[in-house]
T-cell receptor, first 113, second 114 residues
Framework: AQSVTQLGSHVSVSEGALVLLRCNYS??????LFWYVQYPNQGLQLLLK??????LVKGINGFEAEFKKSETSFHLTKPSAHMSDAAEYFC???????????FGKGTMLLVSP | DTEVTQTPKHLVMGMTNKKSLKCEQH?????MYWYKQKAKKPPELMFV???????INESVPSRFSPECPNSSLLNLHLHALQPEDSALYLC?????????????FGEGSRLTVL
């Protein structure tokens, strides 16, 4: 069985500060990992995905994530937070065979001026 | 066109009503999904269709009845729901079930059961 754990249900940063959202995975097979963002009352939008190509993955809106097998981690970062980044962020894992996504519990990013 | 369109955006229904949620995509995707999302929780998988056939049913109560009339359309028929079924229902699509690409999500239908 595969799963992801997101550390911290809420993360608060100041505008312009580094954003770091943590995700650790558990998978018996090489995982496919995703970060999605959800703005209030909206669906989910893909930020980036890891599918065993490059370990450093760049996504939209200046976000990136690094796949670290030794740490079973796929943390999401952004060098400088913007007010518009305030949203819920979900890490998700998919196994190769069934291709259904298993989501983490989510992290709410709060950005203060 | 990279959109998944869901209607209605909001639905209020009584426990004896019958209603349907609709989802449409024109990206040529052959896998379509229904997820349920309660407030402050991650999405939970309900159903997966692949090539218009039901592939996965995550032990969803029979008061939820999915239907995939064609490759572009996915419905969720609702009957005799309970107040605890109130949630955001998200539709998603993917190129194919065996594909590792992203899921494209609609904006959801927010259901309130009175």
């Amino acid at each position: 069985a595969q799963s992801v754990t997101q550390l911290g249900s809420h993360v608060s940063v100041s505008e312009g500060a580094l954003v770091l959202l943590r995700c650790n995975y558990s998978s018996s097979v090489p995982p496919y990992l995703f970060w999605y963002v959800q703005y209030p009352n909206q669906g989910l939008q893909l930020l980036l995905k890891y599918t065993s190509a490059a370990t450093l993955v760049k996504g939209i809106n200046g976000f990136e994530a690094e796949f670290k097998k030794s740490e079973t981690s796929f943390h999401l970062t952004k060098p400088s937070a913007h007010m518009s980044d305030a949203a819920e962020y979900f890490c998700a894992v998919s196994d190769r065979e069934y291709s259904t996504l298993t989501f983490g519990k989510g992290t709410m990013l709060l950005v203060s001026p | 066109d990279t959109e998944v369109t869901q209607t209605p955006k909001h639905l209020v229904m009584g426990m004896t009503n019958k209603k349907s949620l609709k989802c449409e995509q024109h990206m040529g995707h052959r896998a379509m999904y229904w997820y349920k999302q309660k407030a402050k929780k991650p999405p939970e998988l309900m159903f997966v269709y692949s090539y218009e056939k039901l592939s996965i049913n995550e032990s969803v109560p029979s008061r939820f009845s999915p239907e995939c009339p064609n490759s572009s359309l996915l419905n969720l028929h609702l009957h005799a729901l309970q107040p605890e079924d109130s949630a955001l229902y998200l539709c998603a699509s993917r190129v194919g079930l065996a594909n590792t690409g992203e899921l494209f999500f609609g904006e959801g239908s927010r259901l309130t059961v009175l």
